[in-house]
């Protein structure tokens, strides 16, 4: 049904933009890539879902992304351009990345820790920037982190969908009975619906980098509300007992961006950042540059 949705929307005009081939689908709807007035190069149009747009309270989050993002002018967040209502469908348009999402990526191709640092210094610096203007992300995944290549420029890494990001004060937009974000990649605090602030990012940041360094997450179970509470009352194998190789500098760095009290991390994603790279540099050159992949446990 959905599919068949999808496929109608191709072709169809959402103010001034021309739906064009589906190319994603997220949480809230799907994403397409169009064409708009005096635009040369494609676009991407993230409409949302038909059952959400009947619900307040999501047609408040959408429309709040969109008019959140249009302020974000930061080089590693996606920008948006425009929004608007077709009928009572609700729609935001945005820069087309030709490229993957890391999720597509790191199922390709493993990271070392120096590769991986090529991820987090740019990640860290769009977060801080919008945590300095009181907006968290609360989904930092590997399908939210677009890379783009470029053949003079090298690759450039984008963070999307700031559609689950907290306004700091803003209490309009809480959903009775919902938990907001991935239960693989929450903070402790996010799944227990506690007060957010910027280090919930950073755990989750961190959650990703875990991921992609170990090539496995944290925490694993056959139901995503048990991973959820992993997160709080489970402490995550440590890098160096899945690879005993694992530099030791920089699985310090990282247990500690994943405390699960939110005063033992660091306070910034900069900061988190900067940590890494100090150890990344203090570590021998042999272990910046190897592999430590292992990948998901087996599952029963």
Known sequence: MA???VQTLVGR??????????????GMGWIHMAQGPNVSEPLAIKILRPEYAEQTEYCKRFEREAFLLMTLDQPNILPVYDYGQTGETLYLVMKLVRGPSLYDLQSRRPFSPLTAYQLLEPLARALDYAHNRNVI???????????????????HIWLADFGLSKVKGDTSITIAGTSLGTPQYMSPEQVMDYKLDRRTDVYSLAVLMYEVLLGRLPFYARVPQQIAFAHVRQLPPTPRSLA????????????????????DRYATAGEFAKAYEDALWRSPPEQRKAVYWVGPPPQN
Do not use: C, W
Not at 244 to 263: D, G, N, Q
């Open 3 to 5: 599919s068949q949705f």
């Open 13 to 26: 005009q959402f103010g001034a933009y021309t739906v064009g081939k589906h190319i994603a689908t997220g």
């Open 244 to 263: 005993p190789k694992f530099p030791i500098l920089i699985e310090e760095i990282m247990l500690r961006a994943l405390a699960k009290r939110v005063e």
């Open 137 to 155: 992300h609360r989904d930092i995944k590997p399908g939210n982190v677009l890379i783009e290549s470029h053949p003079d420029r090298g690759h």
